[in-house]
Every structure is written in C-alpha cells, then in structure tokens.
C-alpha cells in the first residue's frame, strides 16, 4: 500500500524542514522523509563546524512558521555591524544606519534544523519520518514513488527535492545541472578567543581568497580561511598550536588573541545550478537547486526564499482550486526564483573573480568599489539591504505575513 501525500519532501535538512513548517495547518497533506535525526542540544556542547549567517529576510521567515523562539533559546549570536576591507580599502556597514537593530544572526545548521524539525511535530497536516533511510526512488509520467528501507512506500501529488546538492531526486527525474569547482577550499576554524566576541562580522579580502571570522557566543568564533586547495591540504595538517601561530601571522590583531583551536574542517567549494527547478510533479528547492560560493554567506538564504516561495505558490494554486502538480503553477515557482537565484551566483562570482586577483587594474577597481561604498551613503545602505535579503521580490513569510 502507498501513502499518497498531496506534498512529499525528500530531505529535512534547514530548507526541506522550512517547506513542511510553512504548509503547516494548511489543507495539503505533507511527509517530510530525513535521513539523519539531528543530535539533540545542550548549552554545553561546543559550537559546530557548520554555521551560517542567516539574513534578517531568512530570520522573518522563520519567526513567521514560528521555529525563531526555538532558535534563540538554544544558541544565536546576533550581530549588527559588518567590517570589509582589503589592503587600502575598508568600509564598515552597520543596521542602525537603517534602522535595524541587527545584520543578522549566526546559527548552527543543526540549531536551525532541530528548531524546525520541532515545529513541525505542531502541524496534524504533516507526517514526519526521520530517521527513515530512501531505498529506491522512482519516477514515471510526473509521478515520485519512494520506498524508504522499512518496505514502506509513500507518493506525493508533487515531489519537493530538498536533498542536498548532491539531490538523488534530482537526478532520478533525470534533471541535469551546470557546475564548476572554484579554486578554492574554504577551511572552517572554530577558536576561542581572549575575549567575548563582539556583535561584529570581519572579512578581508587577499588575492588568496577572503578571510572571515563570524562571532559565536561567548568567546567563541568562527574563522573561515578560503585559500587553494594545496594550501588548505597543508593548514590540516598542523597542530592546532602551529595553526594558532600561521592564524596569528595571518589575521588581524582587531579579532583578539585566539587562545585555542576547537575544531576544524573544510569544504571543497562548487558552483552549481539546476538547468530547470521543475518538471512535471517535481520542485528543487535549497541546494538541491543550487549551489553558490560562500564567500557572502548566502546559501541557506536563497534556500530558505525558494522555500517560503514554493509553499506560497502551492497554497496559492490549492486555494484557487487548481492542481497543485499542474506544471504551470510549478513553473510559477521557477519563475520567481531561478532569475534572483542566478543573479546571486553571478554576484558572489564577481566578487570571487574580481577580489581573488593580484592584478593591478583589478585591484585599483575594487579599492574604488569600497570607497565608493564607504562615501556613498545610499550605495552602502543598498548593499546592506542586499545582504540582508531586503532587496528584490520577496516572499510573504519573509515580509512576515501568512500565507495560510
Ligand atoms: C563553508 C560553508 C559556509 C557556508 N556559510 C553559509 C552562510 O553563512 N550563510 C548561508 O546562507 N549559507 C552558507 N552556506 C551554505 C549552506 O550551508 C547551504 O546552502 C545549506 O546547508 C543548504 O541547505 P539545504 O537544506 O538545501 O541542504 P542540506 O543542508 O544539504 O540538507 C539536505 C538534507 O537532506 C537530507 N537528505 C539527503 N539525501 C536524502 C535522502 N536520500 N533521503 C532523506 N534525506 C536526505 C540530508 O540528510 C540533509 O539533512 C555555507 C556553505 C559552506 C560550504
């Protein structure tokens, strides 16, 4: 017997998990199938590798399907200014100059998944399985059969693919992708400092690639080190007193002594898009979509739209009493998301491209570009907004209104 689910979402991780909470108490039904059932948290525990700058664009969005209590309560650290700056240019963006009380906020992915994994448990409209591992996936004339390790079988009007960018939905419905690896890894460092950090973000740019340092609570931080793979190959190898004193040769003095490494791990880094985010029965959301360089922290961020987009697009469509498989109203989706999506990754690949160069014009240019937003208040105010997911057409959820 097959369950049939008028929405089934393959993947729970932070996009996959903010589809299913922003159907809930809605009149669809909905799985969410994860793999991996994320450890549970105690204030004890040391921070994780994985972090991400969530923009205050993504923070509404949580709020408003009601996982942001959840988050703050675990662990969070706000911050409200953002220093830039390379050999001779430097500007440092700051929320009030537009009347926000934050940038943004650094969460833990795990924080953020357990949060909405969580909520979803509120919702009667959503069947949660997880851990429940995907023996087979097939797909046939629009239609998701996925069959999970315990002989359970399970089927959705529409399929949502929010698996990772390594997406099995992906390629099961034989959707390809155009990529590129960067020639860069960025190498994660979590340390702790000799002081409590701040509620400031730092990122310089050299020609071997930025270097970042997000604050954690407490004294604790992140750096991320982007340099060549060979480069990153040989940090991994130190001891971790040895890294203090490359980090300490290497980063600034305004980050405070770094008094101990907690832990470190890298990323081979990946351009990578989806040639369409829909076929018949089908919608990409999150990495399963697309896969962007880092460098300005917008990932998750663009994830967290599509899902706040899709999920309006299909309540939308189900209210209207139209099928919500319909391949026009899946298109929808696409066309609201995939142009800001791919205007993202060109962004962050000029930014890669343009700051990852030792050469002299190139470097005149980007010199002029921070003091030009240094000078200009509205250029620099835009650029803010844009970071935090302020700018262009946003979704409801991320403007925090309903969309049930
Ligand atoms: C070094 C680094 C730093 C980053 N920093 C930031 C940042 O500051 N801000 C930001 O916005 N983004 C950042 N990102 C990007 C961000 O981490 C990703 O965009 C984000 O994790 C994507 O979320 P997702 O839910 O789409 O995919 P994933 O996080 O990959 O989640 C996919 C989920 O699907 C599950 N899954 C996979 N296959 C199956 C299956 N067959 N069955 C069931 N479940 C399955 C997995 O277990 C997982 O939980 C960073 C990335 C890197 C590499």
Redesign the pocket.
Known sequence: MTEEYDVLI???????ATVACALGNSALSVAL????SPATFSPEQDHDM??????IA?QQILQTIGAWEAIIDMRSCPFKRMRVWETAGDTEFNSTAIDYDELGY?VE?RIT?LALLDRVKDFSNITLLCP???ENIQYQDGKTQVTLADGKSLSGKITVG???????LRQTANIGVTSWDYQQH?M?INVETDYEQQDITWQRFVATGPQAF?PLSGKNGSI?WYNTPEAVKRLKTLSYDALITEMTETFPDCLGKITKVLGVAS?P?KRQHAQTYVNQGIAL????AH??N?LA???????LLDAACLAEVLLDADRAGKNIADIDVLKRYERLRRNENLKMMTVMDAFYRIFSNKSMPLKILRNLGLGLAERITPLKNKVMRGAMGLEGRLPKLAKGESIL
């Open positions: 393959v993947g729970g991780g932070m996009v996959g199938v994860e793999q991996t994985r972090v991400s700058a969530l923009s993504s650094i992915n998944q429940a591992s995907i929010a698996d990772g960018g390594q997406s099995r960025a994660v997000l991320v990323f880094l959301v999150g990495d399963a896969m962007i880092p922290g917008q990932g998750v961020n663009i994830g």
